[in-house]
């Protein structure tokens, strides 16, 4: 037995919002003891009424003896929480996040001390709306995430992650690197809520536009509609990768204003364009052995589209190809 | 009393797609007798087991003395079907369409020898789908309609439209130029439409990107996803509109792409924006008598978001301010 992967691992969840409540609702919908706390004071008071501990400070919380640390707060809150989690805790615990990029908080782990037992997270889910009144346990439910790792990866850190992520929350998770994964978002995530502020921002406030829109319109700009600031946090957050693609936009859409001002054929423009690969997996058991070297087999896996969907003592199980 | 607006114009639907077929089905759920034709004989066959009336032949359906005929066509048939119907009537009867560009329909009645008895319209409804198959009564169920005007266009065509509209359809109908119309979709169909394409192709088909893909992605996408040369048909047809929008799109997203590459503040970026107006209005009865200056004073509460609601033999009835 390489891990011991059946104990279910006492969870700390520092950040309360819509991901690290949704979080703790579903630990403690699954009868798992969860302790959490929020540096708002009301939504502290909301989380104990829902089942989770919640100590006064973040200290008591962190000195919960956790196996796991989540943290769930905003990426602006992350390396001064990160900081304060070190001088509370020894080189055991697990530490977590659920960002929306994964080289800045990487850099956090690494600037608190905290490299060799962070292991980074983030589930691809989310709503418009925020705190931990939004938060709920479906949010996470069957969905993929993302787990970075690097070539250093110490396995028991991240064998407990894999184990929250496809026991506890009964989930799947894409094993990438952080680049890997920071471009991924960039793509489907930051370059769609640039493009949806830009469509807003042009579409403005003519009574004519705003009352002809339909459905294609409300869609392109739902992200943009609410939480501007959020987008904002995150596109700069992973700024060079997010340059790079809206320069891309912007070079493809000059050349479509060229050539539609002048006439010219556009199926360049409109013949591009795949639908990325469906969710639709087999789930059958590919198995990466703990023992080898399950880093970059899990990577490899993982930049294919494969997930882990749950591990053994001995293994971790993937889809097959 | 200026116009009789309660009889029941006797309506010819040509082409039987989402739109026609849906006008069709709607007027045949209503009780009111509707002829309609589509070049496709199976098209023809399903439309006459719904209940339309479907003579062999566009000339048999045009002969069908309709008071009103409202070519459902799509835009690059337009012309072609236009000058077919010309040849076979007067100028009694008035002449409508569904397109999602105005002045290109109307530069092709002008080229059919129709400009006189056309009255531009545009259902602000759709899905991805198309043909009659897809086509239901209920797509076209309490819509706001664009109906274009001139300086000319005759009282009793414009009546009978926005009859059809406000009171066979019961839906309302924003009274606007075509130049309006086409600047207005252009802002929130048309650039919506560009910027998926654009965003479909830059995520590409990447394994990573496609297995994360999560709400904002899909919702950015839905619109390219179906139906790419039908975009670009409605694009192209908007050239000169769409030209300008897309060219500032391009300048706004190098000068963020500059920013964010060279560390600088974007907050002239996401801080810009406002959701256009609301859908919520109330429906109070403002007139606009069909004796008076009706298309200046039509155009006017259009430009200003109010539609008209209802009309009477002696007025329009529009959303008060």
Known sequence: ??????????V???????????????????????????????????????GVTV??????????????IVVAVPLRAVA????????????????TDVGSVKRQVRDAAVAAGLQD?????????????????????????????????????DVRH???????ITKTARSRALVITDQEHDEAVARISHLPHVLATELLA?????????RLAAGSF??????????????QAMIEANRDVCAELVRQASHDLARLADDLAQDRDTDWFFSRGELPASDERHFASATIAWTGDWRAEAIEAGSAGRAVVSITAEHLVIESA
Chains 1, 2 share one sequence.
């Open 1 to 10: 037995m390489v891990i011991a992967h059946r104990q279910q691992p006492a």
């Open 12 to 50: 700390v969840v520092i950040g309360l919002g819509l991901i690290g409540g949704s979080l703790a609702k579903l630990l403690v919908k699954g009868g798992h003891p969860v302790v959490g706390w929020d540096p708002d004071p009301g939504t502290r008071a909301a989380a104990a009424t829902a």
């Open 55 to 68: 100590p006064e400070t973040l200290a008591e919380a962190v000195r919960a003896r956790p196996d796991l």
């Open 80 to 95: 001064q929480t990160m900081a304060k989690i070190a001088d509370l805790i020894d080189d055991s615990v697990t530490i």
């Open 117 to 153: 037992q962070y292991v980074g997270a983030h589930p691809m889910a989310g709503t418009e709306l925020s705190g931990f009144a939004a938060a709920e346990a479906e949010l996470l439910d069957d969905i993929t995430w993302a787990v970075t790792i690097t070539a250093t990866t």
């Open 158 to 164: 991240a064998a407990r992650v894999l184990h929250l």
């Open 202 to 210: 042009i579409a403005g406030d003519a009574p004519v536009a705003g």
């Open 218 to 231: 409300r869609d392109g700009t739902r992200v943009a509609r609410h939480g501007a600031t959020r987008s």
